[in-house]
Antibody
Framework: QGQLVESGGGVVQPGTSLRLSCAAS????????MHWVRQPPGKGLEWVAV????????YYADSARGRFTISRDNSRNTIFLEMSSLRADDTATYFC??????????????WGQGTLVSVSS | SYVLTQPPSESVAPGKTATITCGGN??????VHWYQQRPGQAPVLLIS???DRASDIPERISGSNSGKTATLTISRAEAGDEADYYC???????????FGGGTKLTVL
């Protein structure tokens, strides 16, 4: 199933921006939909966004739309999540995950270990 | 938007059977996937397409889906089954992924 490694998390102030990365190894991401899923401390999983295999088609959770941008670089086998106007309720561990299909459908066969984003003044 | 409802917690005695439910409108018409998440770890796929066990998942873990409810069944529960369990579907109307709120299973 390969490996996914997230990076870029940290402590940031409200209203600022942050860019997360997720590097894949052991498989090529080009054929798969790639997702971001987050988990606030002590809470459940929340889907954030998906970028389809084509790199052009993207969908976002209502909480992320307009503030977050998902992208992919198949040549680098990496996906990204640009987050702006960050709020306290964006505080969470952010996981990247590989889906079984090239679009939004299917299920998740690989997950990264997560990167923690903490938004606090 | 589509909503999946899970009980926040369930408990089971060692060696007994645990059932974790996931409810949603016409859920039986969708494919449900289940994940296990232990503290501090990433989720792990248990069941796909309602009842297909993932690789290395023991036969004592099974799934079903009918009507408005999908069920994850863990037979002969062990201490190692203590974890959070999440159901997941794809909302085709919005091209979104939906997770249930999660169920914390305690083996006591």
């Amino acid at each position: 199933q390969g490996q996914l490694v997230e990076s870029g998390g940290g402590v940031v102030q409200p209203g600022t921006s942050l860019r997360l990365s997720c590097a894949a190894s052991g498989f090529g991401i080009s054929a798969f939909g790639m997702h971001w899923v987050r988990q606030p401390p002590g809470k459940g999983l929340e889907w954030v966004a998906v970028v389809w295999y084509d790199g052009r088609t993207k969908y976002y959770a209502d909480s992320a739309r307009g503030r977050f941008t998902i992208s992919r670089d198949n040549s680098r086998n990496t996906i990204f999540l640009e987050m702006s106007s960050l709020r306290a309720d964006d505080t969470a561990t952010y996981f990247c995950a590989r889906a079984t299909n090239g679009d939004s459908s299917g299920f998740f066969v690989s997950w990264g270990q997560g990167t923690l984003v903490s938004v606090s003044s | 938007s589509y909503v999946l409802t899970q009980p926040p917690s369930e408990s089971v005695a060692p060696g007994k059977t645990a059932t974790i439910t996931c409810g949603g409108n016409n859920l039986g018409g969708r494919s449900v996937h289940w994940y296990q998440q232990r503290p501090g770890q990433a989720p792990v796929l248990l069941i796909s397409f309602d009842s297909d066990r993932a690789s290395d998942i023991p036969e004592r873990i099974s799934g079903s889906n009918s009507g408005k409810t999908a069920t994850l069944t863990i037979s002969r529960a062990e201490a190692g089954d203590e974890a959070d369990y999440y159901c997941q579907v794809w909302d085709s109307s919005r091209n979104h992924v939906v997770f249930g709120g999660g169920t914390k299973l305690t083996v006591l």
